[in-house]
């Protein structure tokens, strides 16, 4: 069985490819892509010997006019819940939300209860995974055990378990001693160390942004300085221990200030921001919308304009989208009380096509921070269109009109600002290894 | 003119015509507090939940007495012995509390907000008692009203705030209501209890009370929690009572006639002395009398006319 997409524009950053082609597909590999065929296709009736050739592969033709075809998309920072939060997303509810979003590839993080910080839950996380199948799922494993900030977890069996990176996210790791460590431990794995910078003692019990909006709302604020005082530790301690670091959610002007000057310099350092960052600003909190409060928080104009300038530019390298599904028990609350964070697999990449819109990035620098970087950062065998590699692909059609509605999400949980929004541009097909897990052609 | 809100959940959503007419409502209220028989059937009939989740004294007795003095029945359910210390969701309580159908919610909360998203879920009408640091409505209406009596009006003051700004409800609903009735407002602390962008409320910041206090005709002094000692505001209630603290001397700085104000609950010897509180500029006591006349007129407001009836 031979499929064969025709005729979409192909966008692959990794072979610096944009043009009109056909890719074919056999046995779950991209075989061969090649120049536009429909354009070349013959005038006269097909030979006798061609229709025996076509008959005995039995392609499938997609037609892909109008439409991207790109290296499946790749979330490296999701929270899939489960073990222990299974009301609010399962793994088998995070791939289909992930499907339908266009990402082949997500990573989830390790605030599961239990934490995953050792094999027996990776394991756990990646059997449960591949029952469910849809997108293939990188199990991020705890820095700290328990993610307690106190002592290291085991990398080393959390990697051979399948564990692609490591991070405490959502509990910052404080202890600069044990960040130090475990950016040189990690290294030795060839792990790469995802950092959640927040100064807690600085942020104390703020909520959201802090600011004019927060002092009009009587909330308690949180300044930049919470994250990018962080951000400026880790940066030092990966030029002092040569480890890789890479920051999560970036929402701060400052923050992305240093990493561009630690990236001039040549420390080890990659970044990812959120479409929250560049979408929204802390004005989404006015009329204390539990839907805005995330952590770190909506920040002001100035802050939504240096993200962007900060991924235009190069210095974000990966748009994650920071899934984070909670239902009406954690959102339905005063503001004070409401868990921090929204869900983003299904809105990701609608939000993010607007930065093509507005002129910020091009297609191929979109697709590279949704799919070519991530796979870059984590070394995993994805995010590349080239002959050999496993057909894990997205079609989107960068023109259709979309409108937000949380109800028609394929998460379990439906926390998002977005409802309503109305966007251009969405996933229209996913496929993993030859098999189409999402299709809205 | 006609009073149309369904709640009243901070001053910024009231126009300067409703403060107004909320002030002049109180006023022929004020009346019924000084009859022998203190009582009139207006609200006859009517039922007002207080619901109040942080301590208070004056606020719930000034509620309970204005609903009283108007004949209503009330029912007051504090957190600690309401189903929210079994786990239930606020959400949850004012869907119940809704369905006994009370006509009046009185809420105080710590979350900021928390009113306002009970008043999007329930028909009764909302009154804020206090949310978090975010309002306090009827008090700066209290305010606004012992002003008014002592001033004769509540346009081209200057009045002075002094105090944890940052942490105040009171200063944030002060600041709205005078600037918008024409005062002007300064406010003054040490810069750790002033909070960012201010400024944009309207209020002028100062870092001395001298300088606050200068020409002032209002000297609000607010209360200095002492639990904020853990959060680095300040280094001690000594060193907070020598820089901060109202004296004679910054007095003196004010205009002549200037009014000395307090919400309460004071702090003798800290934020003021005992000697200004009990002094003959001290109007602290007349704005305990005015919030029983402001929470009447509340009432009477919102719940009171025929207006209401026929809505439901």
């Known amino acids: 069985m031979r499929l064969i997409i025709r005729g979409?524009?192909?966008?692959?950053?990794?072979?610096?490819?944009?043009?009109?082609?056909?890719?074919?597909?056999?046995?779950?590999?991209?075989?061969?892509?090649?120049?536009?065929?429909?354009?070349?296709?013959?005038?006269?009736?097909?030979?006798?010997e061609d229709r025996k050739e076509q008959k005995k592969?039995?392609?499938?033709?997609?037609?892909?006019?109008?439409?991207?075809?790109?290296p499946g998309l790749i979330d490296m920072h999701t929270h899939l819940r489960e073990p222990g939060h299974e009301y609010k997303e399962t793994i088998k509810t995070?791939?289909?939300?992930?499907?339908?979003?266009?990402?082949t590839t997500i990573c989830c993080m390790p605030n599961t209860d239990p934490v995953n910080d050792n094999r027996s839950i990776t394991d756990y996380i990646l059997k449960k995974a591949k029952e469910a199948s849809r997108a293939r799922v990188y199990?991020?494993?705890?820095?700290?055990?328990?993610?307690?900030?106190?002592?290291?977890?085991?990398?080393?069996?959390?990697?051979e378990a399948g564990a692609i990176a490591v991070s405490d996210d959502g509990h910052p790791v404080m202890n600069s001693q044990l960040m130090r460590r475990a950016?040189?431990?990690?290294?030795?794995?060839?792990?790469?160390?995802?950092?959640?910078?927040?100064?807690?003692?600085?942020?104390?019990?703020?909520?959201?942004?802090?600011?004019?909006?927060?002092?009009?709302?009587?909330?308690?604020?949180?300044?930049?300085?919470?994250?990018?005082?962080?951000?400026?530790?880790?940066?030092?301690?990966?030029?002092?221990?040569?480890?890789?670091?890479?920051?999560?959610?970036?929402?701060?002007?400052?923050?992305?200030?240093?990493?561009?000057?630690?990236?001039?310099r040549g420390v080890p350092v990659t970044a990812e921001t959120a479409p929250h960052y560049f979408s929204l600003t802390e004005e989404a909190v006015l009329d204390y919308d539990t839907n805005a409060k995330m952590n770190p928080p909506l920040r002001t104009k100035e802050d939504v304009a240096a993200i962007r300038e900060g991924l235009r530019d190069g210095t974000i390298d990966v748009i994650a989208s920071d899934h984070?599904?909670?239902?009406?028990?954690?959102?339905?609350?005063?503001?004070?009380?409401?868990?921090?964070?929204?869900?983003?697999?299904?809105?990701?990449?609608?939000?993010?096509?607007?930065?093509?819109?507005?002129?910020?990035?091009?297609?191929?620098?979109?697709?590279?921070?949704?799919s070519t970087n991530p796979a870059r950062i984590l070394g995993i065998p994805a995010g590349r269109l080239t002959p050999g590699a496993s057909a894990d692909l997205t079609i989107i059609d960068p023109e259709i009109p979309r409108t937000i509605d949380i109800h028609s999400f394929k998460s379990k949980s439906c926390n998002s600002p977005f409802d309503g929004w109305h966007l251009q541009g969405k996933s229209v097909l996913t496929m993993v290894e030859g098999s189409i897990v999402f299709e809205e052609m | 003119m006609d009073f149309v809100r369904k709640d009243i959940l901070g001053v910024e959503e009231l126009t300067g015509a409703e403060i107004e007419l909320i002030l002049d409502t109180a006023d022929s209220m004020k009346e019924i507090s000084h009859r022998d028989i203190k009582k009139v059937p207006t609200l006859r009939g009517k039922t007002i939940v207080y619901f109040f989740h942080e301590p208070s004294t004056r606020t719930i007795a000034s509620f309970e007495i204005a609903a009283k003095r108007l004949s209503a029945d009330t029912v007051s359910i504090s957190a600690s012995t309401s189903s929210i210390v079994k786990g239930e969701t606020l959400i949850d309580t004012s869907k119940n509390l809704e369905a006994m159908r009370p006509d009046v919610i009185v809420i105080r909360h710590q979350a900021s907000g928390a009113p306002h998203m009970i008043a999007k879920r329930v028909r009764a009408s909302v009154i804020n008692a206090g949310d978090g640091?975010?309002?306090?409505?009827?008090?700066?209406?209290?305010?606004?009203?012992?002003?008014?009596?002592?001033?004769?009006?509540?346009?081209?003051?200057?009045?002075?705030?002094?105090?944890?700004?940052?942490?105040?409800?009171?200063?944030?609903?002060?600041?709205?209501?005078?600037?918008?009735?024409?005062?002007?407002?300064?406010?003054?602390?040490?810069?750790?209890?002033?909070?960012?962008?201010?400024?944009?409320?309207?209020?002028?910041?100062?870092?001395s009370i001298e300088d606050a206090a200068r020409d002032a005709d209002v000297i609000m002094m607010l209360r200095i929690q002492k639990e904020r000692l853990g959060d680095f505001l300040f280094p001690s209630d000594r060193e907070y009572a020598n820089f901060f603290g109202l004296t004679h001397e910054a007095v003196s700085k004010a205009r002549k006639d200037a009014l000395i104000m307090h919400p309460g609950p004071i702090n003798?010897?800290?934020?003021?002395?005992?000697?200004?509180?009990?002094?003959?500029?001290?109007?602290?006591?007349?704005?305990?009398?005015?919030?029983?006349?402001?929470r009447m007129a509340l009432l009477y407001l919102l719940i009171g006319g025929s207006r209401h009836a026929s809505d439901n």
């Open chain 1, 8 to 48: 979409g524009r192909v966008i692959d950053p990794a072979s610096n490819t944009n043009a009109v082609k056909d890719v074919i597909i056999e046995r779950g590999k991209i075989v061969e892509i090649k120049s536009d065929g429909s354009r070349g296709e013959p005038l006269c009736p097909p030979s006798f």
């Open chain 1, 57 to 70: 592969q039995k392609s499938t033709i997609m037609d892909a006019s109008g439409k991207w075809v790109v």
């Open chain 1, 94 to 103: 995070g791939v289909l939300a992930a499907a339908a979003g266009g990402f």
């Open chain 1, 139 to 159: 199990p991020v494993g705890a820095i700290s055990k328990g993610l307690k900030g106190e002592s290291l977890a085991e990398f080393g069996e959390l990697k």
């Open chain 1, 183 to 264: 950016l040189e431990y990690a290294r030795g794995f060839g792990l790469i160390v995802i950092s959640h910078c927040e100064d807690l003692y600085l942020a104390g019990k703020g909520v959201m942004n802090e600011g004019v909006i927060a002092t009009r709302l009587g909330l308690r604020g949180i300044p930049n300085a919470v994250e990018a005082g962080m951000v400026a530790r880790d940066i030092l301690l990966a030029e002092l221990t040569g480890g890789r670091l890479h920051i999560a959610h970036v929402s701060a002007e400052d923050s992305v200030r240093y990493i561009r000057e630690a990236k001039k």
């Open chain 1, 324 to 370: 984070a599904p909670h239902s009406s028990l954690e959102k339905e609350l005063e503001f004070d009380a409401a868990a921090n964070g929204i869900v983003g697999l299904e809105t990701s990449l609608s939000l993010s096509l607007k930065l093509v819109q507005d002129g910020i990035l091009d297609p191929m620098t979109l697709i590279a921070k949704m």
């Open chain 2, 133 to 207: 640091m975010h309002a306090h409505p009827t008090q700066a209406l209290l305010d606004m009203m012992t002003v008014r009596e002592k001033k004769g009006t509540l346009s081209g003051l200057r009045i002075a705030i002094v105090g944890d700004i940052a942490h105040s409800r009171v200063a944030r609903s002060n600041i709205i209501g005078f600037t918008k009735m024409g005062s002007s407002v300064v406010v003054a602390g040490p810069p750790t209890m002033i909070p960012t962008g201010i400024e944009s409320m309207g209020a002028k910041v100062v870092y």
């Open chain 2, 268 to 294: 003798r010897g800290v934020e003021i002395p005992p000697e200004i509180a009990d002094g003959p500029q001290s109007v602290i006591l007349d704005q305990v009398e005015n919030g029983v006349a402001v």
